[in-house]
């Protein structure tokens, strides 16, 4: 089955404790990003790659890292977790960055089923 | 810069009730425009997407007309029905960048038999 695996799922730590969520994609896609999701600010992007070896900032990076050195995973790197990094955040993937013309239709992102995290 | 206004949530309807959730937005350039859903302890799935003026996207009963003069996507359905409960999300990406959405802030719907 094609899909975006996220680990864990759920996760309560504490303020300066290192973790680091997994993100992992069989569908052989290019580009992979990061989302986090808020109540009343929708989802916003921290971090996304084109490709392996080839990561840049979203509207939120701070507090994260990221790496890509294979093209199926992408994890996200708390390195030093803070209150606010609480949130649900979600890996997404797809084919690639973008959409050569003629639009076929068919390179939308495939999202992960979400991890939630609480630092205390 | 991009943005997308939802509008606000929850809502709450009774099965068959007549659906629409509001969705404008401003964009440096042409974007396409997309609904995403999230039903509950999921990630969000692509619902229907339109990439040019006066396109209707459509899916599973649902509906959204891409109007460039008044700058909205209203997704609309005519008749929900209680498995239709979820977070409803409002995207667009300019251009052909796919990957970067920008989202607006989801309604929350809920349908009661």
């Known amino acids: 089955e094609a899909q975006v695996t996220q680990n864990p799922r759920y996760l309560i730590t504490v303020t300066g404790k290192k973790l680091t969520v997994t993100c992992s994609q069989n569908?052989?896609?290019?580009?992979m990003s990061w989302y986090r999701q808020d109540p009343g600010l929708g989802l916003r992007q921290i971090y996304y790659?084109?490709?392996?070896?080839?990561?840049d900032k979203g509207d939120v990076p701070e507090g994260y890292k990221v790496s890509r050195k294979e093209k199926r995973n992408f994890p996200l790197i708390l390195e030093s977790p803070s209150p606010n990094q609480t949130s649900l955040y979600f890996c997404?993937?797809?084919?690639?960055?973008?959409?050569?013309?003629?639009?076929?239709?068919?390179?939308?992102?495939?999202f992960g089923a979400g991890s939630r995290l609480t630092v205390l | 810069g991009n943005s997308v206004t939802q509008m606000e949530g929850p809502v709450t309807l009774s099965e068959e009730a007549f659906l629409t959730i509001n969705c404008t937005y401003t964009?440096?350039?042409?974007?396409?425009l997309f609904w995403y859903v999230q039903y509950p302890g999921e990630g969000l799935q692509l619902l229907l997407k339109?990439?040019?003026?006066?396109d209707k996207g459509s899916n599973k009963g649902f509906e959204a007309t891409y109007r460039k003069e008044t700058t909205s996507f209203h997704l609309e359905k005519g008749s929900v029905q209680v498995s239709d409960s979820a977070v409803y999300f409002c995207?667009?990406?300019?251009?052909?960048?796919?990957?970067?959405?920008?989202f607006g802030q989801g309604t929350i719907l809920t349908v009661h038999p």
């Open positions: 995207a667009l990406a300019v251009g052909t960048s796919y990957g970067k959405l920008t």
């Open positions: 997404a993937s797809s084919l690639s960055w973008d959409n050569p013309r003629p639009y076929s239709g068919a390179n939308v992102l495939t």
């Open positions: 339109a990439t040019k003026a006066d």
């Open positions: 964009a440096t350039g042409y974007p396409s």
């Open positions: 569908m052989n896609h290019e580009y």
């Open positions: 790659s084109m490709n392996v070896e080839v990561t």
